[in-house]
């Protein structure tokens, strides 16, 4: 691995900033003034100086070409620590110090996908996790749009009514508090380029997106409601004991929160079924 | 010769929930989903390592979906297999103790 030209321990001029997602705040640490501007750019809202976190990283800045960009996502615990790999990147954190390392180039992406996988890992414990679906609030209510890639989550994102306030076009956030579930904003952003505002509400429904020549909700069965959404909780970990807590988490969901499926035309008039 | 009888058990690498009339069950060694109709159901659910399939069949199967004996255990015999190759179910000609 190809150090950047900033070597790696702490000096005076680092800085923790902490991006605060879903509740969790994570500390980053580096002493990179352009990687900091970077940041500031991605996560606006998000990120605060200093302060408490559930997770501190370190981050070492590395050249782009440090690793084999083929490399694919991995994700498992050994030794005590979470390994994160992929093709521009490595992290390791331990849930026991919640202290880890991050090396990856500086760019957006490699930090994005770092916090996402940390984010599944932390609320995996807790009943939550993240779900490929758009989300709004709408009238002090929650409302989920999931779907795999293509399904209209971002275009329902964008035919959005001006009373709805967008959480995120791609990944939502759920938690489970208190027995209730809440959706909150993220800076994830799709397709639609923009981040999510950063507030939060309790989950109405979700909607399995279809696309169809008429708009049409229907219910969908708690067997199949579940097996479809754990199609798109975002999972990344080869362990055996978070897949069983994903898989609870899922069936508790259904349990909780009504799914339907709705068959939309990709119009604005698919919003008065909503809300 | 007679047929050595079978007993079923839940193999400890899924997960399960009943949901409605329907089990959902995952792997948890590969994420791999099973979705049980009613009758894969009533077996899954008395799979408990004692009560051996041909009991299944006649008590739970046959009583509660009117079907003759003989297609029940057809159908059985071939769900028992196929979740025991995926590892979902665990097959023994013995009482399994857990």
Known sequence: MKPSSHGPGRDKSDQDVVIEIGGIPIALETNDA???TLLRGRYGEYMRVGGKSDVKFRVELVEPDSFNPDDDAAVWLEDGEWHLERGDFRARWSPETREGLIHQAPNPYSIDSVL????TLLL???GGFLLHASSAVRNGKAFLFSGLSEAGKTTIARLAPHDATLLTDEASYVRRLNDQYLAYGTPFAGELGEPGKNVSAPIAAVYLLAKSPENRITKVEPAEA???LLRNILFFAHDAELVRQVFESACDFVAAVPVYQLSFFPDERVWDLIG | MPQSEKYLTKSKTVAA???????IIMSTADSTIFMLNPTGTVIWQAADGNTPLSR??????CEQFDVPVEQAATDAEDFVAEMAAHGVLVVSEEPISR
């Open chain 1, 116 to 119: 996402r996988i940390t984010h």
């Open chain 2, 56 to 61: 299944i069949i006649v008590e739970k199967l």
């Open chain 2, 17 to 23: 929930r009943v949901l409605g009339d329907e089990v």
């Open chain 1, 226 to 228: 579940t097996r479809r």
């Open chain 1, 34 to 36: 352009g990687f900091l």
């Open chain 1, 124 to 126: 995996a414990k807790t």
